[in-house]
């Protein structure tokens, strides 16, 4: 397992699409020195930090231009994910419900929704728009990407 920490939010991400294989220390060094990928996982939150989530702005009163915005957004997070999930988590295709799951999420945060959400919120905000002609036609470009 792959283990990021970020000050900025005191949080630590276990990552699901960035596995590399190292033998010592200095090596562990160079590595993380060098890499700029963008890496997507699960979030380990202080206590603390998951009351300021709460405070975020509800995924209920998400508009359509929000909403578009969050399917650009998780549509390039799992493309991203995929490219390294696909190479490195051969066989591991049961975990592809939490995979998903995870990168709804990852891209509430981006946008500043709160990311704790359950199934049931998450199908509610995609029920909402779901047979909205204006996100058919947003996703079939994104699907031409």
């Keep these: 397992m792959t283990l990021e920490y970020t ?3 005191n949080t630590i991400k276990t990552i699901w ?3 590399d294989s190292v033998t010592t220390i200095k090596s562990i060094i160079k590595l993380t020195e060098n890499d700029n990928r ?15 989530l709460n405070k975020m702005k509800s995924i209920e009163n998400m508009d359509l231009e929000d909403y578009k915005k969050y399917l650009n957004i998780y549509y390039w997070n799992l493309k991203l994910a995929m490219t390294e999930y696909e190479k ?6 049961g975990e592809a419900p939490k995979f998903f ?7 509430l945060l981006e946008m500043n929704y709160n990311p704790i959400q359950t199934s ?3 199908n509610s905000l ?5 047979d909205n002609e204006e996100i ?4 079939n470009t994104l699907k031409e990407k």
């Design 101 to 107: 799951y995870q990168i709804s999420i990852s891209s």
């Design 120 to 122: 049931e919120t998450m």
């Design 17 to 19: 699409n960035g596995i």
């Design 7 to 9: 000050e900025k939010d």
């Design 136 to 139: 058919k036609e947003f996703i």
């Design 126 to 130: 995609m029920t909402k728009y779901k």
């Design 88 to 93: 490195n988590i051969e066989g591991y295709y």
């Design 38 to 52: 963008k890496l997507l996982g699960y979030n380990l939150y202080s206590k603390a930090h998951l009351e300021t």
